[in-house]
């Protein structure tokens, strides 16, 4: 074996055990979602980047502050103080979508073992630490705030889709943390691992439109909204801004880490 191949599979196995959260000196390159390199691999010489992924990165990212900006703009030129708990779920629920943006985006060029393994770290930062508290705190508030007017729960789309993507959510961290904590033993470790984690990258996907389009019944078409603010605004925000995202993620998607056959 050449010194080169050596220390790339040494460098390779290092990077892999930061993954396990746990910090558990067992983890190996086989509990991971996504594969060793090779000996002889050249993979660390090839481009991570395809033609298109950096404009489409930042055009995610302009929609993303386009629409939280114009969703805390909104809500803090409207008196926020007289909205009681209400003010703070547009705020929390746009800005955990803006981190779920950035949490896929940082995700999903990675091709090398060292980036892998440090994308990894941002996006469960990122989810866990962020967008997460976000969703859930922003939920809360606003079901408190049902609660103390005596308003029914769930009795519109926005409030039915936001339900289907709060449970969905759930879910979600599930599949995405017990495929690689602890060696990814909650779901048998090794390949059954990696498949589970092919499903939590499947499953983000179709999740991410749902959280879009529930914001976009939010914003574009809610009571309070509408007579809050200008139909150009909320068009820009609730309409083009999420369409905008949702094209630039799907632009950057590689099919090939999505093979369940």
């Known amino acids: ?23 558990h000196p067992g983890t ?43 969703t805390w703009f909104i809500v803090f030129t409207n008196d926020p103080t007289s909205l009681e708990w209400f003010a703070v779920h547009p705020v929390l629920q746009s800005l955990g979508i803006g981190c779920f943006t950035y949490g896929i985006l940082t995700l999903q060029p ?37 609660f103390n007017r005596g308003h029914g729960h769930f009795a519109t789309w926005h409030g039915i889709f936001g339900l289907v993507s709060v449970v969905w959510l759930v879910g979600q961290v599930i599949l995405g943390g017990g495929s690689v904590w602890f060696g990814g033993t909650a779901f ?8 589970i984690w092919k499903y939590h990258r499947l499953s983000g996907y179709v999740l991410f439109p749902l959280l879009l389009i529930t914001a976009h019944l939010g914003g574009a078409w809610s009571t309070w909204v509408t007579s809050h603010s200008h139909l150009a605004m909320r068009f820009v925000a609730y309409t083009v801004a999420p369409i905008a995202a949702l094209v630039a993620i799907y632009a950057r998607v590689r099919t090939s880490k999505m093979k369940f056959f």
């Open 1 to 23: 074996m050449s010194k080169r191949t050596s220390s790339e599979l040494a460098e390779s196995e290092e990077q892999y055990q930061l993954l396990d959260a746990s910090g």
């Open 28 to 70: 190996s390159v086989d509990h991971l979602p996504f594969p060793a390199p090779v000996m002889g691999s050249d993979s660390a010489d090839k481009s991570e980047e395809r033609r298109g992924d950096k404009p489409f990165e930042y055009g995610a990212l302009a929609s993303m502050l386009v629409f939280v900006c114009i």
């Open 110 to 146: 990675t091709a090398h073992p060292k980036t892998k393994a440090a994308g990894l770290r941002r996006h469960q930062r990122t989810m866990l630490v962020a967008g997460v508290p976000c969703i859930a705190l922003g939920t809360l508030a606003i079901e408190i705030q049902k």
């Open 188 to 195: 048998g470790g090794g390949m059954k691992a990696k498949m």
